[in-house]
T-cell receptor
Framework: RKEVEQDPGPFNVPEGATVAFNCTYS??????FFWYRQDCRKEPKLLMS???SGNEDGRFTAQLNRASQYISLLIRDSKLSDSATYLC????????????FGQGTELSVKP | NAGVTQTPKFRVLKTGQSMTLLCAQD?????MYWYRQDPGMGLRLIHY???????AKGEVPDGYNVSRLKKQNFLLGLESAAPSQTSVYFC????????FGSGTRLTVV
């Protein structure tokens, strides 16, 4: 079983739609969590950190459920520019700061 | 402020050749990471370092070696390149939130 698993996608949605991505992690010692965005053939870029209380940044909302070992990302009012691959990332502190990525979920926003 | 710089950006190797990829960061980060990314596989952790002089194995360490002699540099070595090591290699550094270099596209023929 992979340490971090995501919906495989791709997600094809119209502009203005709301889309949700899910991610589960297997190591309960995981301490910090992130969502990254990766555009085709480019390096991943930090979208947002994920906190237990949930956090929001504009149209993006991230949630963490430690009991279920589950992370989510909600994108409201999708824009064409949101088209990218979204990567769930987990930092496992009891393995010396090991940083593990999910395989990513591809989002395509259509006009 | 250059952030994270990877060199080279592109390289073609013959099977059996060796090479070293350099990752340099100017943000005084303790943690540095090397990943490879293949189509349909996501980013897989090769090796990582939690500080100068320390290294640890990731998910796919075989065929690679690393060194962190200086805090700002993390080197990834391929002693005897194989076609299976054809990939895009990314380096990252950070302490809570991580910055990536722009990648090295390596082809082994």
């Amino acid at each position: 079983r992979k340490e971090v698993e995501q919906d495989p996608g791709p997600f094809n949605v119209p502009e203005g739609a709301t889309v949700a991505f899910n991610c589960t992690y297997s190591n309960s010692a995981s301490q910090s969590f992130f969502w990254y965005r990766q555009d085709c053939r480019k390096e991943p870029k930090l979208l947002m950190s994920v906190y237990s209380s949930g956090n929001e940044d504009g149209r993006f909302t991230a949630q963490l459920n430690r009991a279920s070992q589950y992370i989510s990302l909600l994108i409201r009012d999708s824009k064409l520019s949101d088209s990218a691959t979204y990567l769930c990332v987990v930092n496992i502190y009891n393995q010396g700061g090991k940083l593990i990525f999910g395989q990513g979920t591809e989002l395509s926003v259509k006009p | 402020n250059a952030g994270v710089t990877q060199t080279p950006k592109f390289r073609v190797l013959k099977t059996g050749q060796s090479m070293t990829l350099l990752c340099a960061q100017d943000m005084n980060h303790e943690y540095m990471y090397w990943y490879r990314q293949d189509p349909g596989m996501g980013l897989r952790l090769i090796h990582y370092s939690v500080g100068e002089g320390t290294t640890a194995k990731g998910e796919v360490p075989d065929g690679y070696n690393v060194s962190r002699l200086k805090k700002q540099n993390f080197l990834l070595g391929l002693e005897s390149a194989a076609p299976s090591q054809t990939s895009v290699y990314f380096c990252a550094s950070g302490d809570n939130g991580y910055t990536f270099g722009s990648g090295t596209r390596l082809t082994v023929v």
